[in-house]
C-alpha cells in the first residue's frame, strides 16, 4: 500500500504517557456466529488474515515514517489464530511497538495468553460478553454462559499492567424486564471482580441481514428504507427508539440511555490517588452511581453534577502544576513534574504518569472501539 496517500496525521492518536497510535486491520471476518453481528451475514465464517511478514512489515514502516509506536488492532477477532497472534505482537515488541488494543473471545483467554499479552507490552483488549442472561446468550448463539466471563473476569484479575473493556447490551429483541437486570447487575458484578475496567452497558443496534434483527422487526421494529434512516438504529442518535420490546416504556427508555452513558464513564470507576481523601470522596460517588445503575434510579443526580465539577478542578490543577514545572524546566510534555512529585516519591509519580488520575485514565475511552 502507498501510505503517502492518505493523511495519517488526520488519524493518529497522541496519549499523554508519549504514545502516537494508529489503527490497523490484520484481518477480516470471523469464524463464529454471533446472532446480532453482521460480519456472518457479510462473510459468512470465512476469516481472511495478512501473514505475521506483512503486518510486521507495514506497521514497521508506519514507526519509521510516521513515529508510531503503539497500534490499535481493529479486527473482528484478532486472536483466531493464536500462533500467528503471538508472532506478531513479539515481533512488534522486538521493534519497540506495542499493542493499545485487541479484540479475543471470553473463552480463548488462559494464563499463558495473559502473561504473553503482559510480555509483549500489550496494554487493553476488548472483550464482548454481551448479556448476563444465558438464555439470551444462547438466542445470540454466543457460545459462553455468565458464569465464564465472571471467571474470567477473575482470571484477569491478575493481570494489573492490562486495561480491560468489556462490553455488553440491553433491549435485546426478546429480552424481559428481569433479564434486563440480570445483565445489569451482571455489569456491576464484573465491575466488583475488575474495578478499573470499562464495563459498557450500550442499548441494542439492530444491524441488517441479523438474526436479532429478523427477530427486531417480527417484534414491531420497522427496518430503515433510506439511507438516511438507518442512522436511527445507532444508539447514539436522539432518534434511536426500542419498538421491539412491547414492556420497554419511556422511562425506561431514559434509564437505559443514561446507563449507557455511566456504564462507559470515569465516574463509576475506582480511583487511586496518593492524597487519600481524595481517592475516598470519588470512590464514595462512584459506589452511589454503581447503585444508582443497579436501581436504575437516576432522580436529583445532585452527585454527578458534584462529581464532575471536583474531576474537572482537579485536572485543572494540574495541568497548572504541569505548566509551572516546564517552565522551570523540571519536567516534561509526558506529565513527569518534580513540583507536584518530589523525586523519591515512585508511588505518585506512577500515578501522575498517566495512571488513574481520580479514575481518569485516558484508556477509559477508545475512539477505535466498536462498543
Not at 28 to 37: E, M, T
Not at 83 to 91: G, P, S, T, W
Not at 292 to 316: G, H, P
Not at 326 to 352: A, F, I, P, Q
Request: with cysteine; net charge positive; glycine share 6%.
Amino acid at each position: 500500500m502507498d501510505w503517502s496517500l492518505l493523511r495519517l496525521e488526520d488519524y493518529k492518536i497522541h496519549q499523554t504517557n508519549g504514545g502516537v497510535v494508529l489503527s490497523f486491520f490484520s484481518s477480516r471476518g470471523c469464524p463464529y456466529i454471533c446472532g446480532f453481528c453482521s460480519t456472518f451475514e457479510y462473510s459468512g465464517r470465512s476469516w481472511r488474515a495478512h501473514s505475521p511478514d506483512y503486518c510486521v512489515e507495514h506497521i514497521s514502516y508506519l514507526k519509521e515514517s510516521y513515529g508510531i509506536n503503539s497500534v490499535y488492532f481493529s479486527d473482528d477477532l484478532f486472536m483466531v489464530q493464536k500462533r500467528r497472534a503471538y508472532n506478531i505482537l513479539e515481533r512488534l515488541c522486538d521493534k519497540g511497538i506495542t499493542c493499545g488494543t485487541l479484540d479475543v473471545r471470553v473463552n480463548m483467554i488462559d494464563d499463558e495468553m495473559l502473561q504473553r499479552f503482559t510480555e509483549y507490552g500489550t496494554s487493553g483488549i476488548f472483550i464482548g460478553w454481551e448479556s448476563g442472561s444465558d438464555r439470551l446468550l444462547k438466542f445470540m448463539d454466543k457460545g459462553l454462559t455468565f458464569e465464564e466471563t465472571k471467571q474470567c473476569a477473575k482470571l484477569l484479575s491478575k493481570y494489573p499492567k492490562i486495561s480491560f473493556w468489556m462490553s455488553g447490551m440491553v433491549a435485546v429483541p426478546t429480552e424481559t424486564r428481569e433479564e434486563m437486570y440480570q445483565t445489569i447487575n451482571g455489569a456491576m458484578d464484573l465491575h466488583k471482580i475488575l474495578p478499573n475496567a470499562t464495563v459498557s452497558l450500550w442499548r441494542y443496534m439492530p444491524l441488517p441481514g441479523t438474526k436479532l434483527f429478523r427477530q427486531a422487526v417480527a417484534d414491531g421494529f420497522e427496518a430503515p428504507k433510506t439511507t438516511e434512516e438507518w442512522r436511527r438504529v445507532d444508539p447514539q442518535v436522539d432518534d434511536y427508539r426500542i419498538t421491539w420490546l412491547k414492556w420497554f416504556t419511556e422511562e425506561d427508555d431514559r434509564n437505559i440511555e443514561m446507563t449507557q452513558q455511566l456504564s462507559r464513564s470515569i465516574y463509576i470507576r475506582k480511583a487511586y490517588h496518593p492524597i487519600r481523601p481524595l481517592a475516598w470522596i470519588k470512590n464514595g460517588f462512584a459506589a452511589l452511581l454503581r447503585y444508582r445503575i443497579r436501581k436504575q434510579w437516576y432522580s436529583f443526580m445532585v452527585d454527578l453534577r458534584i462529581q464532575r465539577f471536583l474531576c474537572d478542578l482537579y485536572l485543572f490543577a494540574l495541568k497548572l502544576v504541569k505548566r509551572q514545572d516546564l517552565r522551570r524546566g523540571r519536567g516534561d510534555l509526558r506529565g513527569n513534574t518534580s513540583v507536584l512529585l518530589g523525586k523519591g516519591h515512585t508511588k505518585v509519580r506512577e500515578v501522575y504518569n498517566n495512571e488513574l488520575l481520580l479514575g481518569m485514565n485516558e484508556t477509559t475511552a477508545n475512539p477505535y472501539h466498536r462498543s
